[in-house]
């Protein structure tokens, strides 16, 4: 069965919520960037050690859209609350080159 970009995206949103990082590894290219406010194009290293474990912040993370925009190219629209209270929602770009993520573009929300 063949995955589809919008498949390998809902993966590594639920390998990320399970922190099941041996399952996530191996969805991201080794070209991997990860561009958010708080980090400028990091690589597959940098995202696993700094953004991957930080799901202990979130009390609850819902997915609202999982969108193909074209054929690399998924948009995740999410909601979140903070263990440290607040709920937010973010948009992430986010390109599945030859079955793999290649670039994870995040663009934070404002408090719901």
Not at 17 to 38: H, I, K, N
Not at 55 to 81: G, N
Not at 91 to 106: H, K, P
């Amino acid at each position: 069965m063949t995955s589809t970009p919008t498949d390998i995206v809902r993966a590594a949103f639920r390998h990320y919520l399970a922190q099941d990082r041996e399952a996530a590894l191996p969805l991201y290219a080794d070209d991997f960037t990860f561009t958010s406010p708080r980090d400028d194009h990091i690589g597959k290293a940098a995202f696993f050690e700094r953004c991957f474990p930080t799901v202990d912040r979130l009390k609850e993370q819902r997915m609202l859209h999982v969108t193909p925009a074209d054929a690399e190219l998924v948009f995740a629209y999410y909601e979140y609350e903070l263990t440290a209270g607040g709920r937010y929602r973010n948009v992430e770009a986010i390109t599945v080159r030859d079955g793999l993520i290649s670039e994870v573009r995040v663009y934070f929300g404002g408090a719901v």
